[in-house]
């Protein structure tokens, strides 16, 4: 028997009455076989839960299957708002897809459970999430260069360019695309210190131009688009 504890990021039907879940935890993703998960007496309608952190006995090699468990936090507050559950849901769809990849999943679990507890905390909850999809950009290795011009050293006028992956310079650009305040924006996500927050300025303008930015960067560089992002666009329009 083996002992995981991670976030629940998907969960299938498997067979007519059992489940397969997916769980992020510090060394990667795992799944796990429920047994009986679907009927209704069943003790484990709530581990299976998205969202859920759980805590798992489990036996195995390839595909586990779970003996005993328990959550240890719903996170069922998520469920509360529509737009919050499915931008979440992208979120974990993010996770979910990038988990096979070789990278820093210690890191990253840690980070995602901070920022699952900011997500149900804050009623402006999606810079939180934008933060976390930049910085899983820097473990993916293909983080955008932000400290200076991507073709010299220049640190003047910097605006974003995707195809370029990073900022460049008033000389090597023909055209500013962005604003500066969604550029500062993008910078104060990227490096933000969740145990040293700062207050962000920043207009809901801005949100949406940073929402783009990030979706043509994972679209551009890692051919990427979650489904949950569709029906996101659907719910805020953008
Ligand atoms: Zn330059």
Partial sequence: ??????????????????????????????????????????????????????????????????????????????????????????LMEVIYYFSQHEHDHEKLFQFILKIIDKIIENPIFDIYIMMAELKLLYLLGVQPLLKHCVFCDSKEGLNFSVEDGGMICSEHRTKSRYNSATMHLLLSLYYYDLSDPIELDYDQQDVVELRRLIDEYYEYHLNYRSRSRKSLRDLIGY
């Avoid at 009986?36 to 309608?45: A, I, V, W």
């Fill in 1 to 90: 028997m083996e002992l995981i504890e991670g976030i629940v990021l998907k969960q299938m039907n498997y067979k007519e009455s059992s489940k397969i879940i997916y769980v992020y935890t510090s060394h990667g993703l795992v799944s796990v076989l429920v047994h009986g998960s679907n009927k209704l007496k069943s003790p484990y309608l709530n581990l299976v839960r998205i969202f859920s952190h759980v805590k798992l006995y489990v036996s195995g090699s390839e595909l586990k299957t779970l003996r005993d468990g328990e959550v240890l936090n719903y996170h069922s507050d998520i469920s509360l708002d529509i737009v919050k559950y499915t931008y979440s849901l992208h």
